[in-house]
Nanobody
Framework: QVQLVESGGGLVQPGGSLRLSCTASGSIFNIGAMGWYRQVPGKERELVAFVTSSERSNYADSVKGRFTISRDNAKNTVYLQMNSLKSEGTAIYYC???????????????WGQGTQVTVSS
């Protein structure tokens, strides 16, 4: 079985920073694109940022210049450095990854269980 485990969420004041981590584990042969999504009650889940296996990244306009996504392929981990956090950044942040399992030619998307980020004074 494979899983994605997020960590690093918590409570921060406006203007503060958090660094989220997501590690994939299991019988994984390849990891494709990895990304972060967030969701608040009553709203659709939205893409925050993603990074491809070739290190190409993309960000939602609302976080450009403040968030940085990166990955460490040796650790099967994707990070989201969040700086200058705003109250509207409060959400559950979900990790997503495209994985190809060992002995398989099939790619599939996997999700973490989410980590809560609360930005409040």
């Amino acid at each position: 079985q494979v899983q994605l485990v997020e960590s690093g969420g918590g409570l921060v004041q406006p203007g503060g920073s958090l660094r989220l981590s997501c590690t994939a584990s299991g019988s994984i042969f390849n990891i494709g694109a990895m990304g972060w999504y967030r969701q608040v009650p009553g709203k659709e889940r939205e893409l925050v940022a993603f990074v491809t296996s070739s290190e190409r990244s993309n960000y939602a306009d609302s976080v450009k210049g403040r968030f940085t996504i990166s990955r460490d392929n040796a650790k099967n981990t994707v990070y989201l450095q969040m700086n200058s956090l705003k109250s509207e950044g409060t959400a559950i942040y979900y990790c997503n990854a495209d994985l190809r399992l060992t002995w398989s030619n099939i790619w599939a998307a996997y999700w973490g269980q989410g980590t809560q980020v609360t930005v409040s004074s």
